[in-house]
């Protein structure tokens, strides 16, 4: 099957596995246990005993353990890992943004130290479009040699700014030490594990749109910012395409080519799962410039990894699992 691998023989160590990227990747691991089996896969969370009790049906898929830990203080890795993903990293403010650094790259660090020691095949950092900082709006889709960057001088560019300097490390460590890293761009994306809590106007848009009053879909903005989304699937299927067959020390695109303005997004998402009710748009006209966060990802498709395109099909996979929990 052409959007699954065969990851018979592997062992993958995965950080971030509890969270919204972490719990597509599960899923779409076990579905590549019908093109093979006889793979395994060690997730570092903080609290197995709670991702079991939230998640019980992953946390007892058989090929899968859960371990305690977090990357202040990584155990060392288990025995035979070939593979590490490391997708984990807050998007948002927790302890502060100094520490909000010292979790991204502190992280990253300790992790490829560890899989150094542990003599690990492959390393796959899980980065972000956020490393090119603002798209300008002559470039209808960033491509990875694009040498923009975040402003060191606002904090609001600090996410991007760490994750910039994680990919570096994964650069010297390809570099000095013949680890084979590979970094993977990821721009937006859909799924069934999509928090509806505000943080992402996708799930914000989809839990308005289920709710039981006659509340409007709110979009916070003035709706013109430019987003493009990805399924979660087709998101999966590129990050473990980039982890098996990623040139070492390249970085590769991760997302959608199909733009949609935030207010087009909340328009359909109305459409598809509540006809009829209304979309109100609270902030006020910009200045004429609208935000762009688009890739151009020719170069994860060239490996076999497609752009998905149809977003009333991430729509219905981002609602489904809602749906499902109602």
């Not at 992790?111 to 095949?121: C, I, K, P, T, V």
């Not at 990802?297 to 977003?311: F, H, M, N, P, Y």
Request: aromatic share 6%.
């Amino acid at each position: 099957m052409p959007d699954l691998h065969d990851l018979g023989g592997r062992h993958i160590f995965l950080t971030g596995g509890t969270g919204a990227v972490g719990r597509t990747l599960l899923d779409y691991l076990d579905q590549c246990r019908a093109v093979g089996d006889g793979f395994h896969v060690t997730v570092l969370t903080r609290d197995a005993a709670g991702f079991a009790a939230r998640h019980p049906v992953q946390a007892a898929l058989p090929w899968l353990t859960l371990v305690n830990g977090d990357l202040g203080a990584l155990p060392a890795l288990p025995v035979g890992v070939t593979d590490v993903v490391h997708a984990a990293a807050d998007t948002h403010i927790g302890q502060g943004r100094v520490a909000w650094i010292d979790q991204i790259v502190g992280g990253t660090r300790a992790l490829l130290d560890a899989s150094r020691a542990a003599g690990a095949d492959r390393f796959l950092l899980v980065s972000s479009g956020a490393v090119y900082g603002p798209q300008p709006p002559s470039i209808p889709r960033l491509r990875e040699d694009y040498i923009g960057a975040p402003d060191t001088l606002l904090t609001g560019s600090t996410y991007g700014q760490a994750k910039r300097v994680a990919e570096q490390l994964c650069t010297i460590f390809h570099a000095e030490y013949g680890l084979s890293t590979v970094i993977a761009r990821l721009f937006a994306f859909g799924s069934a594990h999509i928090p509806r809590d505000g943080r992402y106007a996708l799930g914000s848009f989809i839990r308005d749109a289920l709710s039981d009053d006659d509340a409007p879909i709110r979009i916070a903005g003035d709706g013109t910012a430019v987003r493009s989304y990805l399924s979660g699937h087709d998101m999966a299927h590129a990050l473990i395409t980039a982890l098996c067959l990623g040139t070492p020390g390249q970085a590769y695109n991760v997302g959608s080519e199909a733009p949609v303005t935030i207010a087009e997004l909340a328009r359909r998402v109305r459409d598809r799962l509540s006809p009829g009710r209304d979309v109100e748009i609270l902030g006020a006209a910009g200045d004429g410039q609208r935000s762009l966060y688009v890739p151009d990802v020719t170069r994860i498709a060239a490996l076999g990894a497609a752009s998905q395109t149809d977003l009333d099909a991430v729509i219905d996979d981002a609602a489904g699992h809602y749906v499902s929990r109602a």
